[in-house]
């Protein structure tokens, strides 16, 4: 429909004018019956708190309840005003959440494929639940478990981890697929925890923007003005603050337009900008040389092997892991041993605790063991000599005393940060990109210190217990992956899918399987394929083996994911999905999207107003510990179920409902004994089990209460103050500032327990390359190396005429590839901005160059690998003439979903299947596009 609405009835729409009837169509609101009809509404209204579920920022919001005609309907949505996350502000996709609760086109029931008809069509008959598990179980039964696949969504992730692992765990299943870690956690986080030792949704670093005086942002429109409110309202106090935001993007986005320099980089040459950032700090020597000298690893000696690798000084234990490092102390003149795991090196590693001053740079000839050594710091410097304002100029087209002037600023304004960035997946070298960017934070001793980068309140609180448990001799031995901090998690992750030992049919992973074959036969793979859909064709085409074995995949279960629009190309998964191996697609989900077209069986989830989250959760990406959960608003308004309870239930049919509920109760952290009383409960009551651990959260939460503030607390009272508040504040972020900050304090999860500006992971990656090509990448080097995008097979770089650098991202009123755009307030209020939301950006200079005009169809071709889209052509002067952006949320083709449906391109039809070495993240961008118009040549002429 075309017609527009009002923004009286936008407003009425959303609830802020009072009640409506939320069954009826929008476009309706402004008739009598819609008057007369919200008139029966009760002037009673009951506010429950909840999360929102619109993207993965984990908002804490107040749904408004109004009892309709009797019947309980939200009416309105706002944040949660005793939340220090979102500080009582919510977005428009948040408020407008509503909406997907009443969306006519919602999975109402489960439904089953009938018999003859093909995936890709909707094609489906509506059955009981008991019959859909049927079918499932059955099917399951048939298949070995490695043959199965478990497939994750980002609106999954966070919330069910700890029913997800312990599900695949217990079914022997070492295979799950997570699009938040192939796109963003180890695409955009990676670079950054092989310095901080941070990992995770949301253990992330996190941005203190209100107290800093400088910031700098690179590639992240996406975290402050395209997607999180949590990061928004920070970002909106720091320019209150006044301080100075610097933007680099070839887009003037809608975080570039606030900033008070934008500067329009070449696309994909943001490494190169901050190499001459890190050579002109170190050279002017604007950073925090007490910090660095006693809480990174920059001090530390290190030599060049035979093969020209940079290596540490360091005895080893007979574990194979360093017992010591070595420092030069400044004081005695003399090579000291400091410990291999600790927060400082301030100590040597002796018992009398000999005080130390480590150099940061080495006296010349100096020498260990026999080996010339000197520091990682000297190394830096000797490695950045390259990266001179002017050599970064000519790659970025950033004038070079624009380069010089913005290190220098960022340098003598403490405190200042780097944004760390969000969702990386772009190029090849952003995990490189993302590491530099963290170590020059470190550098100016931005680490966890206001108007800096902070610690997550759960990582810390994690990284605490860990450091006890250190201390008093039980190194690795956290308990659950869920539980240990950072990258302790990463290495849980690893032990558990990457080795066949963790199975009893011994079987990895698959993308573990498909990396160690890669390397038998000498061909190139990632080394951390973490939940990655490497290998997967072959896999389900019957054409991969491992040791000798077929290891096929046979069955996909996929919980809140969308992968033919999640992952690139949407090709790619259409023919694994349809392919006649494949026994059996299962899809969890609220909407109709383009994957659950394929699905052989579709088990509708609740919304998130409709349901009580099993557990309690942390306050998602904020710095205080404290803990939320979703409540029920509404009762369900179909025959639809709780993600939790559909795990439970197909473990139960499979015979091991026992020990999966005993793998939740471990990676969750809850009462064993308690959890078992509460089941018992629950089935008498003929209760979801969802109740019994959300029950049990409670009881649970009351013991940590205690422990954590010395204040004793019931279930009852946890549960209380839930109810009321939304939210469980156990310490604010100054307090664990105060008594754990890391590594001032207590160490990060990286294998020194410092911040590691020498990454000794990327030496592990270097050497295990050497062995296999005789050659290092630079992407491997664990001081610098520059990694310079590419973006064509051509020798030479260079544009034609018609030919553009492509670059795409989110927009403020959807999120990444997901259905919630099939909402009626979210579309009225895009059409006024369409071009910009949903078009092809493209220099408006430019533009009528080539003869192209604003809000005419186009044609992009990618031309290193071929495919095609059309868009509708934006054009604009907020964008650099050689480059071309369009949103990622958009070009669904269901049919079934009756707003987003055949709106806007389809993002993942362009793209190729490219993935770089180290974790197999997606190089999105790594091509150039050519434009023309999408009209014939009868309409042209």
């Given at each position: 429909?075309?017609?527009k609405?009002?923004?009286?009835?936008?407003?009425k729409?959303a609830?802020?004018?009072?009640?409506m009837a939320?069954?009826?169509p929008?476009?309706?609101?402004?008739?009598?019956?819609?008057?007369?009809?919200?008139q029966?509404?009760?002037?009673e209204?009951t506010w429950?708190?909840?999360?929102?579920?619109?993207?993965?920022?984990?908002?804490d919001i107040?749904?408004?309840?109004?009892?309709?005609?009797g019947v309980?309907r939200v009416?309105?949505?706002?944040?949660?005003?005793?939340?220090?996350l979102?500080?009582?502000?919510i977005?428009?996709?948040?408020?407008?959440?509503?909406?997907?609760?009443?969306?006519?086109?919602?999975l109402?029931q489960?439904?089953?494929?009938?018999?003859g008809?093909?995936?890709?069509?909707?094609?489906?008959?509506?059955?009981?639940w008991?019959?859909?598990?049927?079918?499932?179980?059955?099917?399951?039964?048939?298949v070995?478990?490695?043959e199965?696949s478990?497939?994750?969504?980002?609106?999954?992730?966070?919330s069910?981890?700890h029913?997800?692992?312990p599900?695949v765990?217990?079914?022997?299943?070492?295979n799950?697929?997570?699009?938040p870690l192939?796109?963003?956690?180890?695409?955009?986080?990676l670079?950054?925890?092989?310095?901080?030792?941070n990992?995770?949704?949301?253990?992330?670093?996190?941005a203190?923007?209100?107290?800093?005086r400088y910031?700098?942002?690179?590639?992240?429109?996406?975290?402050?003005a395209?997607?999180?409110?949590?990061?928004?309202?920070?970002?909106?106090?720091a320019k209150?603050?006044g301080?100075?935001?610097?933007?680099?993007?070839?887009?003037?986005?809608e975080?570039?337009?606030?900033?008070?320099?934008?500067?329009p980089?070449?696309p994909?040459?943001?490494?190169?900008?901050?190499?001459?950032?890190l050579h002109?700090?170190?050279r002017?020597?604007?950073?925090?040389?007490?910090?660095i000298?006693?809480?990174?690893?920059?001090?530390?000696?290190?030599?060049?092997?035979?093969?020209?690798l940079?290596?540490?000084?360091?005895d080893?234990?007979?574990?194979?892991?360093?017992?010591a490092?070595?420092?030069?102390?400044?004081?005695?003149?003399?090579?000291?041993?400091?410990?291999?795991?600790?927060?400082t090196?301030?100590?040597?590693?002796?018992?009398q605790?000999?005080?130390v001053?480590?150099?940061?740079?080495a006296?010349?000839?100096?020498?260990?063991?026999?080996?010339?050594?000197?520091t990682?710091f000297?190394?830096?410097?000797?490695?950045?000599?390259?990266y001179?304002?002017?050599?970064?100029?000519?790659?970025?087209?950033?004038?070079?005393?624009?380069?010089?002037?913005?290190a220098?600023?960022f340098?003598?304004?403490r405190?200042?940060m780097?944004?760390?960035?969000?969702?990386?997946?772009?190029?090849?070298?952003v995990?490189?990109?993302?590491?530099?960017?963290?170590?020059?934070q470190t550098l100016?001793?931005?680490v966890?210190?206001?108007?800096?980068?902070?610690m997550?309140?759960?990582?810390?609180?994690?990284?605490?217990a860990?450091?006890?448990?250190?201390q008093?001799?039980?190194?690795?031995?956290e308990?659950?992956?869920v539980g240990?901090p950072?990258?302790?998690?990463?290495?849980a992750?690893?032990?558990?899918?990457?080795?066949p030992?963790?199975?009893?049919?011994?079987?990895?992973?698959?993308?573990?399987?498909?990396?160690?074959?890669?390397?038998k036969q000498?061909?190139?793979?990632?080394?951390?394929?973490a939940?990655?859909?490497?290998?997967?064709?072959?896999?389900v085409?019957?054409e991969?083996?491992?040791?000798?074995?077929?290891?096929?995949?046979k069955?996909?279960?996929m919980?809140?994911?969308?992968?033919?629009r999640?992952?690139?190309?949407?090709?790619?998964w259409?023919?694994?999905?349809?392919?006649?191996?494949?026994?059996l697609?299962v899809?969890?989900?609220?909407?109709p999207?383009?994957?659950?077209?394929y699905?052989?069986?579709?088990?509708?989830n609740?919304?998130?107003?409709?349901?009580?989250?099993?557990?309690?959760y942390?306050l998602?990406p904020?710095?205080?510990?404290?803990?939320?959960?979703r409540?029920?608003?509404?009762?369900p308004?179909y025959?639809?179920?709780?993600a939790?309870?559909i795990?439970?239930e197909?473990?139960?049919?499979?015979?091991?409902?026992?020990?999966?509920?005993?793998?939740v109760?471990?990676?969750?952290?809850?009462?064993?004994?308690v959890?078992?009383k509460?089941?018992?409960?629950a089935?008498a009551?003929g209760?979801p089990?969802?109740?019994?651990?959300?029950?049990?959260?409670?009881?649970?939460?009351g013991?940590?209460?205690e422990?954590?503030t010395?204040?004793?607390?019931?279930?009852?009272?946890?549960?209380?103050k839930?109810h009321k508040?939304?939210?469980l504040v156990?310490?604010?972020?100054?307090?664990?500032?105060?008594e754990?900050?890391m590594?001032?304090?207590?160490?990060?999860?990286?294998?020194?327990?410092?911040?590691?500006?020498?990454?000794?992971i990327?030496?592990?990656?270097?050497q295990?390359?050497?062995?296999q090509?005789?050659?290092v990448e630079?992407?491997?080097?664990?001081?610098?190396g520059?990694?310079?995008?590419?973006?064509?097979?051509?020798?030479?770089?260079s544009l034609?005429?018609?030919e553009?650098?492509?670059?795409?991202?989110?927009v403020?009123?959807?999120?990444?590839?997901?259905t919630?755009?099939?909402n009626?307030?979210?579309s009225?209020?895009?059409?006024?901005?369409?071009?910009?939301?949903?078009?092809l950006?493209?220099?408006a200079?430019k533009a009528?160059?080539?003869?192209?005009?604003?809000?005419?169809?186009v044609?992009?071709?990618?031309?290193?690998?071929?495919?095609?889209v059309?868009?509708?052509?934006?054009?604009?002067?907020?964008?650099?003439?050689?480059t071309?952006?369009?949103?990622?949320?958009y070009?669904s083709?269901n049919?079934?979903?009756?707003?987003?449906?055949?709106?806007?391109?389809a993002?993942?039809e362009?793209m190729?299947?490219?993935?770089?070495?180290?974790?197999?993240?997606?190089?999105?961008q790594?091509?150039?596009?050519r434009?023309?118009?999408?009209?014939?040549?009868?309409?042209?002429s």
């Open positions: 429909m075309n017609k609405i009002t923004r009286r009835q936008f407003l729409a609830g802020v004018l009072g009640g939320l069954l009826r929008i476009w309706d609101l402004g008739s009598e019956t819609a008057a007369v009809q919200a029966s509404i009760s002037s209204t429950v708190p909840s999360i929102c579920n619109f993207c993965s920022s984990f908002c107040n749904v408004a309840v109004k009892k309709v005609d309980k009416v309105k949505i706002e944040g949660n005003k005793n939340s220090p979102n500080r009582g502000k977005c428009a996709r948040g408020q407008a959440g509503l909406r997907q609760t009443y969306d006519p086109d919602r109402k489960p439904m089953i494929r009938v018999e008809s093909k995936r890709g069509e909707w094609d489906f008959r509506a059955v009981t008991d019959e859909a598990y049927d079918y499932v179980v059955k099917k399951l039964k048939k070995n478990p490695w199965i478990l497939v994750g969504g980002w609106t999954a992730c966070v069910y981890m029913f997800s692992l599900f765990k217990t079914l022997e299943i070492p799950i697929i997570a699009s192939q796109h963003c956690v180890t695409a955009g986080h670079g950054t925890d092989l310095v901080t030792g990992f995770n949704v949301h253990d992330e670093i996190l203190d923007f209100e107290n800093a910031i700098l942002f690179s590639m992240n429109n996406a975290s402050v395209a997607i999180s409110t949590a990061r928004a309202v920070r970002f909106g106090q209150k603050n301080a100075k935001v610097v933007c680099l993007d070839p887009r003037q986005s975080l570039a337009s606030k900033a008070d320099e934008w500067l980089i070449k994909g040459t943001d490494h190169a900008f901050f190499l001459a950032m002109i700090l170190l002017e020597q604007l950073y925090d040389k007490s910090f000298q006693k809480h990174t690893n920059a001090p530390f000696l290190a030599f060049k092997d035979k093969n020209g940079v290596q540490l000084a360091a080893m234990g007979r574990d194979g892991k360093p017992s490092y070595y420092v030069y102390d400044e004081v005695t003149g003399k090579i000291t041993a400091v410990p291999a795991y600790t927060n090196n301030e100590f040597a590693n002796s018992r605790k000999q005080r001053l480590p150099a940061i740079e006296p010349k000839k100096l020498s260990w063991k026999g080996q010339k050594v000197q990682v000297d190394f830096f410097v000797e490695e950045s000599e390259p001179t304002a002017e050599w970064a100029a000519e790659i970025t087209e950033i004038p070079a005393e624009t380069i010089e002037r913005i220098v600023e340098g003598q304004a405190p200042a780097v944004d760390p960035g969000w969702m990386g997946s772009r190029y090849h070298h995990i490189g990109q993302r590491r530099l960017q963290a170590i020059i100016v001793g931005g966890d210190r206001k108007g800096g980068w902070l997550n309140g759960e990582y810390r609180h994690k990284a605490e860990a450091w006890e448990m250190v008093h001799g039980h190194q690795g031995k308990g659950s992956p240990a950072g990258m302790g998690f990463a290495n992750l690893l032990d558990l899918f990457g080795n030992k963790a199975w009893p049919h011994g079987k990895p992973g698959l993308g573990f399987a498909w990396a160690e074959e890669m390397h000498g061909k190139p793979s990632a080394f951390l394929p939940m990655a859909d490497v290998g997967l064709p072959e896999a085409r019957g991969f083996t491992y040791n000798g074995e077929p290891y096929n995949m069955v996909f279960f919980n809140a994911a969308n992968p033919i999640h992952y690139f190309p949407a090709k790619r259409e023919e694994m999905l349809s392919h006649e191996n494949v026994e697609v899809a969890v989900d609220v909407l999207s383009d994957t659950t077209l699905a052989d069986v579709i088990l509708p609740h919304t998130y107003l409709e349901r009580n989250e099993p557990l309690l942390p998602g904020d710095t205080n510990l404290g803990f939320t959960t409540i029920r608003a509404i009762d308004l025959e639809t179920r709780d939790a309870d795990f439970c197909i473990a139960e049919r499979m015979g091991k409902l026992g020990p999966y509920i005993e793998g109760a471990s990676f969750s952290g809850l009462d064993m004994e959890l078992k509460e089941i018992v409960n089935k009551k209760q089990l969802n109740e019994a651990f959300l029950r049990t959260s409670y009881e649970t939460m013991h940590l209460v422990h954590v010395g204040k004793k607390m019931t279930a009852e009272e946890v549960e209380k839930i508040d939304g939210v156990l310490k604010s972020a100054d307090e664990l500032l105060e754990a900050s590594p001032r304090k207590i160490p990060v999860p990286t294998a020194s327990g410092r911040l590691e500006l020498y990454s000794p990327l030496a592990s990656f270097a295990a390359t050497l062995k090509s005789k050659k630079p992407i491997f080097n664990p001081i610098l520059y990694v310079p995008r590419v973006v064509s097979d051509k020798e030479k770089e034609e005429k018609d553009f650098y492509f670059t795409y991202g989110k403020p009123v959807v999120s990444h590839a997901s919630n755009n099939n009626a307030l979210l009225a209020v895009t059409k006024p901005k369409e071009g910009a939301f949903i078009g950006w493209m220099n200079r009528a160059e080539l003869g192209l005009k604003n809000g005419e169809r044609e992009i071709e990618n031309l290193r690998y071929g495919q095609k059309t868009a509708t052509l934006f054009a604009t002067e907020m964008i650099r003439p050689d071309v952006f369009l949103p990622s949320a070009g083709r049919k079934k979903l009756s707003i987003a449906g055949g709106k806007g391109t993002l993942n362009l190729p299947y490219s993935i770089e070495p180290i974790a197999a993240s997606f190089m999105s790594e091509f150039t596009v434009i023309r118009s999408a009209q014939s040549e009868k309409e042209v």
